[in-house]
């Protein structure tokens, strides 16, 4: 019977695919009791999937890296510990040996057990490990259920799965995007967290908030994943059915019309240009950028190399990085983020302080760079040295005041005197950007700009700390919103202050590639954007349909909305 849950769109899109239930609760499970002589065979069953998934996550910490590393480093550290806890493994081993349960029972009884306990604890944090009992139980039934159901794979293999679930922890999402995924519903999380920001970066359709998702939707239902109207539709009909095949029809039209933008300038109705940058880590960014037509690079993350080793990366490693970075480019300028760990990014190489109380608030970016000045000079030689190789940029993150610019600058000019005794060749000259994501960067900008010579906001951020909401947590939507006045009245500041000093200023936070707020960013006086590469070509179309002088007429009306409800009603009003 069909049926449709309503959610709300964090990737746009749609799919059609078989449901793949991971929320090890609502597990439909066979409860009857095992005779004697099934015992011993259901028990080997059971150890063949707990050691599927235990290859699953290995071959997931091989696989991945990047950015959200901290997610899956924790991810992987915490669910391999409890897939070898000697209690948990016991207690499935008694279930099925004394207790006769069937072993996806047995997951689901050791799952209710731990729940509990975790649900007792005082500490909130600890608490919170409940999710973790449920990811790792939920990836243990669903290699159980591989085992038994040849027909499932055979269906999964030919039109593709749509996972159901809680959440989804982002190393996951990107390990199974490579395994035939169509799609996410998931029954919590926030259109602004990392999840959903990967799901969009991968062009991977995403519903989040759809409650009754787990509760609804069963194993092998068919689902219509529409994210374009915010919607799964399960057991869809012929009439949902063909909607779906005009939306594939209108997407690939709508994508060979894309394409041809690649080579187009990036201009506005009335003829104002504009330059687009690529956010990028890997060869693959770079690779995009190029074919998309990006102007450049405007936030190249170096962190990736701390990330995916134990060891400290070495200033050779680090150059050729930096170097086939410069050349992939080729000539077009590249803006290198110095190292930026701490927070929701912890490093193998231990230079994260650990047990921070707050550590979004922590020994973070440039802090924790200057903590560590002979790590962070390795670093700038090996910058300096690509800079021969092309036009390059660097950008310091996390400032919050103008003496951490003054020290990086210092052991800039130290490293410079290092490689000209070596006759090393060096560039003439570098330009040094602050990265705007604190709020008292933000307010005392000015003070900055005396040392910057150029700023790059980082929204992500900012938006976090100005609004006081962790932009994971689907509790506080109401909240976190790009379109909250106190946020647009800060941007709408370093933005003229950096125009006023004559200094360029970017934007390279999650809104800079969403088509929704190009419009604002325009009337906000913004004229330089960095983005994924996946959306380069919808931000130039989006363009070239706005007229920036009027946009930047009504600039003085938007900033003087009262909630993001006013100023989202006043925005829509303008750009049609």
Known sequence: MRQVLAGTTAAKGMALGRARLVQPSR????????????????????????????????ELRGKLHGALAREVNEFIDAHSLLLDDPELLRGLDDLVRIGHYRPGAALKKQRDRLAAVFEAMDDPYLRSRKEDVDQVIGRVISALQRQTSREERKLAARVGEILIADTIAPADMA??????????????????????????????????GARDALSTIHDDDLILLDAERGEAVVHPTAQDLAHYRAWQRE????GRRLATLANAPTRTRDGVDIRLFANAEMPADIAMARARGADGVGLYRTEFLFLRQKGLPTEDEQFIAYRDLVLGMGGLPVTIRTLDLGADKADAAGLVLRGEDNPALGVRGVRLSLR??????????????????????????????PDELIAVRTLFKLARQ??????????EKLQLGAMIEVPAAAINVRALLEH??????G????????LAADRGNDALDNI???????????????????RRAKKGVSLCGEIGGDANFTGLLLALGLCEFSMHPSQLLHVRDRLASLDHAALRAHAPRILRSRTHEEAEALLASITG
């Open 418 to 427: 290092e490689l000209k005794r070596e006759n090393i060749d060096l560039p």
């Open 480 to 498: 976190y919103n790009p379109l909250q006045p106190a946020l647009l009245r800060l941007l709408a500041y370093v933005i003229t202050e950096g």
């Open 452 to 457: 910057a010579d150029f700023l790059a906001i």
């Open 251 to 254: 997407a690939a039209a709508e």
């Open 372 to 401: 560590y000045p002979a790590v962070f000079s390795t670093q700038i030689r090996a910058i300096l040295r690509a800079a021969c190789y092309g036009p390059v940029r660097v950008l310091v993150p996390m400032v919050t005041q």
């Open 175 to 208: 390990h199974l995007a490579g395994s035939g995924l169509l799609g996410v519903v998931a029954s919590s999380g926030s259109p602004y967290s990392h999840s959903a920001i990967l799901a969009r970066s991968l062009d991977l359709p995403m519903l989040v």
């Open 459 to 466: 929204t992500n951020d900012l938006a976090q700390y100005v």
């Open 27 to 58: 597990y439909l499970v066979d409860t009857r009791p095992l005779n004697e002589d099934e015992v011993e065979s259901e028990l080997a069953r059971l150890h063949r999937a707990l050691d599927t998934a235990r290859q699953e996550l290995r």
